[in-house]
């Protein structure tokens, strides 16, 4: 049985009709490699393996996987020129999940994976940037505790020791952003967050890459049976035998300063089904930068901008100042950007969801999906393909899901009432109709 397939420089072992063994994810780096586009090389482990691992347990998969993984790795070294667990010209990667259907934020992925104290002086060194690199280890060790230590708090109610000690240590320095530490900061977050690991585990943080790897491979495979991934499966109705697929991929950073940036983008809207392509990126930031709310993403367009500047009352000015679009920043990126988002949807004949990073201004692709979206652009963007001639009646029809048709007839706010209220605070809207009642922040508060 292959367990690992790989993928890079153009070339795959892999496709978008495999997603049932490669995972959704798996399948469209696969793809996305045989199209021609930008994209990290890496390799996929089988959702077949996952199933193994909940049957058989860790030790038995990782004997039987371990041949064909180092050979994959040896594939990653080849394509990137760099070697991993070598403290001189080190390759770092990144362990993602990837079921066959959509799971978003279900499941956890671990960044920076092959950092040590040897390899962030040879990052720093090679890149001629120590805040990037220190920065870049104090996350690997951050989501590390959390994904494969299991020291991710298990409610919002519980406190998450890691942001605790940042919170901390950006109230000494009078800063309020991450990107205000300094490296001598962040060398002190890296011994600060290793004590916390040794109290929490009782261990020191692992050293070795290797050992890294099967941590963060197994805590995927683990990810499968979390709660919030059972619950997920149960709301959706998604078989619990069809396990996950783990992707890793050399790791490319939105983090190496001004020239670099992370982000997330959809080839229409998602709320509203409009064709107008749209997304949001960060300048010099990481992973789970743009959604985790702590800055304020930018958008990638200008008109995307624009609106967003109107609804919150920023000027013409200092949005262009402040918040300028990747088009206003990065122009060259932003047009490869737009480009490559039309191809895919035009290949995939539906709307795409997308990840994308930004290094040292070349743009790589991490991940395409056929986007979530409301009940009203559901019926829209449907309709909208098929009268463009992109797709049948009976694909129309296939595409309706019934619950998300339960939403178009939901109550929603009175347009001209909307206007006239009083507005006490902005969010992302969650809601596919008009709500009433008492604000709560965590789903546990809210059962309560």
């Known amino acids: 049985m292959k367990r690992v397939y790989t993928f890079g420089d153009g070339k795959a072992e892999g496709n978008a009709s495999m997603r049932n063994l490669l995972g959704g994810k798996g399948a469209n780096l696969a793809e996305m490699n045989l199209l021609g586009m930008p994209v990290p090389p890496g390799f996929t482990i089988t ?42 010209n ?32 040879s990052l720093a060194k090679k890149s001629g940037n120590a805040r990037f690199a220190w920065d870049s280890y104090r996350r690997f060790v951050q989501m590390y505790g959390d994904v494969v230590l299991g020291m991710k708090p298990k409610s919002k109610a ?15 320095k009078g800063v309020k952003l991450d990107t205000e ?9 890296v011994k600060l967050f290793k004590a916390a690991v040794k109290e929490y585990t009782g261990k020191d943080f692992p050293n070795d890459a290797w050992e890294q790897l099967w941590g963060g491979i197994c805590a995927v495979f683990d990810s499968w049976m979390n709660e919030r991934a059972i619950l997920y499966r149960r709301m959706n109705q998604i078989p619990e035998e069809w396990g996950t697929a783990v992707n890793v991929q050399a790791m490319v950073y939105g983090n190496m300063g001004d020239n670099s940036a992370t982000g997330v983008a959809f080839s229409r809207d998602a709320a509203t089904g409009e064709n107008i392509f749209n997304g949001e990126y960060l300048i010099n930031a990481q992973g789970e930068d743009v959604v985790a709310g702590i800055r304020t993403p930018q958008q990638i367009t200008v008109e995307g901008s624009r609106r967003w500047a109107a609804l919150q009352g920023i000027s013409e000015e200092v949005r262009a100042e402040k918040y300028p679009s990747l088009e206003e920043s990065m122009p060259v990126c932003a047009a490869e950007l737009i480009a490559i988002a039309g191809r895919l949807e035009n290949y995939y004949k539906d709307m795409q969801d997308m990840e994308f990073t930004i290094q040292d201004g070349k743009l790589w692709m991490l991940q395409t999906r056929n986007g979530k979206r409301t009940g009203a652009a559901m019926v829209k963007i449907a309709m909208d393909l098929l009268r463009a001639g992109e797709i049948d009646e009976k694909t129309v029809l296939k595409r309706m899901e019934p619950q998300k048709l339960d939403e178009l007839l939901h109550p929603v706010f009175d347009k001209a009432a909307l206007k006239r209220a009083e507005v006490v605070a902005k969010g992302l809207p969650a809601s596919p109709g008009a709500a009433a009642g008492q604000i709560v922040f965590s789903a546990e508060e809210a059962e309560a």
């Open 47 to 88: 959702t077949e393996v996952c199933t193994e691992y909940t049957q058989y347990g860790r030790d038995k998969v990782v004997k039987d996987l371990t041949a064909e993984v180092q050979a994959a790795i040896a594939h990653v070294e080849q394509l990137t020129g760099k070697k991993f667990n070598d403290p001189e």
């Open 90 to 121: 080190p390759l770092l990667v990144s362990v993602r999940s990837g079921a066959r259907a959509s799971m978003p934020g279900m499941m956890d992925t671990v960044l920076n994976l092959g950092m040590n104290d040897a390899t962030v002086e």
């Open 158 to 172: 519980d406190i998450d020791p890691f942001e605790e000690i940042m919170d901390k240590v950006k109230e000494e």
């Open 181 to 189: 530490l300094t490296v001598e900061d962040l060398q002190n977050l």
